[in-house]
Each structure stands twice: as C-alpha cells, then as structure tokens.
C-alpha cells in the first residue's frame, strides 16, 4: 500500500516542485529567511496561502491580516475535511487527524479517485504515503527555492513574481468557465481592494476584499428554485 501510495503521489511531486521552487524564491525576496519560508511551508503546507503571505509579507502586512486573510482563502479545506472524514468511517481518530493535515486540492482530488483503499485493512498507510509524498515535495521545493533566492541574480527572481498573478489566474480561469459569475465575484473583490486601498493599509484592503468578495459569491452562486 505505501509503494501504491507513492506512485500515485507521483504526479503530485513533480506538479508540486516547480510551484514550491518558484514560491521559495519569491518568499526569499520578499525579505523571509531561509528557515522562515521553509517553516511555513512545513506548517502551513498550503500553496496559494503560502504565496499570497509572502506577498503580504513583501507589502509590509501585518501578522493579524496575513492570518485572516488565509484564513478566508483556505476556509474550503473545513468542507475537503468533512468529505474525506466521511470517506474514511471504518478508520479510527488516530489516522483521520494527521491524515487529514495533508489535505490539498489536488490530494484531495487523486484521494477521491481511490476510495476503495479506505475499506482496505492497511488502506491508512495508502493515503499516508500519498500525502507525504507531495508533502516531502513540497517542503523540499521550498527549501531549494529559498537557496536558489540567494544565489541567482536579483532581476530574474523579480521577474518571477509574475508566478503568483499566474496561479491565481490558473486557479480562477476555469471556474469561470464553468460559471461566469464567479469572474464576477473576483471583478468584485478586485474593485473593492483598489477602494480599500485608498485609505487603508494594502494587508487590511487584501483581507476586505477577500472577504466581501467571498459574501458576495452567497448571493451571486445562489442557486435558483425551480418554479412549481
């Protein structure tokens, strides 16, 4: 089951270690110390929150604003917890919680696509060596990330930053495809940023416009009752 568990992880490390590298850079030149950045991406372990920190971080955010604000953006991990906790009945307490510490979109998606492994007797050691595999990935990514920020020059590690605008639009594009209205929940969030931004500090007007852009998406995404 570990063997099963690494080679579906497989494609998760390797999607995992240009991301975590770029991150490592970028977290670099944002003014974090080596042991800072690879840290929090032992203990966050959260791609798009770990960026969007160290951008805060870069802007001069405060520690409270930095914790709201990927707060609200990983507020989906509570909903991936319940559906994998559901998955996983037969097995015990002392296997769901760490276990689900190394939840991610895409290991909650490939776990999805294995849920006959959580009825097997060592089934726990399956999902244990999925999630550590892009685990061990990512922290590693990070850290040579955060070595390669040292050495090469300042220009090019500048001009990777465009790597956290790319993420978030590769996040955002085909949600939007799917639905228009969630473009607009981002146009939205956008427009109250650049406001907020005015008049208050950029941590305090990145946290507002996640979160009313995220109040927004209530009313928007509303689904509509079918007329009798």
């Given at each position: ?121 060592k089934g726990p050691l399956f ?102």
């Amino acid at each position: 089951m570990i063997k099963r568990g690494i080679t579906v992880g497989f494609p998760i490390m390797l999607g995992y270690l240009p991301i975590a590298i770029t991150y490592g850079v970028l977290a670099k030149q944002a003014g974090m110390t080596l042991t800072e950045l690879t840290l929090m991406s032992v203990f966050v372990f959260a791609g798009a929150s770990q960026f969007m920190g160290a951008n805060m971080i870069a802007v001069g955010a405060g520690a409270v604003e930095i914790i709201i604000a990927t707060f609200v953006l990983n507020f989906r991990h509570f909903v991936m917890s319940l559906s994998f906790m559901n998955r996983l009945r037969g097995i015990g307490m002392n296997w769901k919680f760490p276990l689900s510490m190394g939840l991610t979109d895409e290991t909650f998606a490939v776990s999805a696509l294995h849920t006959k492994e959580a009825k097997m007797k060592k089934g726990p050691l399956f999902y244990t060596a999925l999630f550590l595999t892009a685990y061990i990935a990512w922290v590693g990514g990070s850290l040579l990330g955060g070595i390669l920020g040292e050495v090469i020059p300042e220009k090019l590690s500048q001009s990777m930053g465009i790597a956290l605008y790319a993420m978030f639009i590769g996040l955002l594009v085909p949600s939007v495809k799917k639905e228009m209205r969630v473009g607009m929940i981002a146009i939205i969030a956008m427009l109250i940023n650049f406001i907020c931004v005015q008049f208050m500090s950029t941590g305090w007007a990145i946290v507002i416009g996640t979160v009313l852009g995220g109040l927004s998406g209530v009313f928007l995404l509303k689904e509509e009752e079918d007329p009798e």
